[in-house]
């Protein structure tokens, strides 16, 4: 992962992709073909014909959504808050805290947002910059515990 980092007493702007992009075998796409296929199967047999046209179509977002690539956004820390490309803004106002995680190859910053749809909000950062940017964020919002979900550990298993 490339990312840029300037930085200076007002901002911290970087450049890096919109989410980890995991590649997928051929072994994979066969997988998620035959547990649909299964899932397809049973619900003909139970006479379902709802279900079996909603696994249709997520086996075919899922297949879409696997072959995506992410973007290489703009991030953008400001006294006024975090701007994510020219994709989303959040002001401090509306944010409760942040976490940072730590992989083996980057960070990942996570923002807990003040919204019950979408409480968390997950932006990778390189590993070298995340003191820089702590430091930056703990001038405007509290640091927070955060546990990951199963969705998390599950999006993970499944190569998401």
Do not use: C, N
Request: glycine share 4%.
């Amino acid at each position: 992962m490339k990312q840029t980092l300037e930085k200076d007493h007002e901002k911290i702007v970087w450049h890096a992709p919109e989410f980890e992009y995991i590649h997928k075998d051929l072994e994979w796409y066969w997988t998620t073909l035959i547990a649909s296929a299964v899932l397809f199967l049973i619900a003909i047999w139970q006479q379902d014909l709802l279900f079996a046209i909603f696994i249709v179509i997520a086996e075919a977002l899922f297949i879409h959504w696997a072959r995506e690539y992410p973007r290489t956004l703009k991030f953008m820390i400001d006294d006024r808050g975090i701007e994510i490309g020219h994709i989303k803004s959040y002001t401090y106002v509306h944010l409760s805290g942040f976490h940072i995680l730590t992989h083996s190859d980057h960070g990942e910053l996570i923002l807990r947002t003040k919204t019950r749809l979408h409480p968390y909000t997950r932006i990778i950062v390189v590993k070298e910059d995340i003191p820089d940017i702590k430091a930056f964020l703990r001038r405007h919002l509290p640091e927070i515990e955060y546990e990951e979900s199963l969705s998390d550990h599950f999006g993970r298993m499944i190569g998401f």
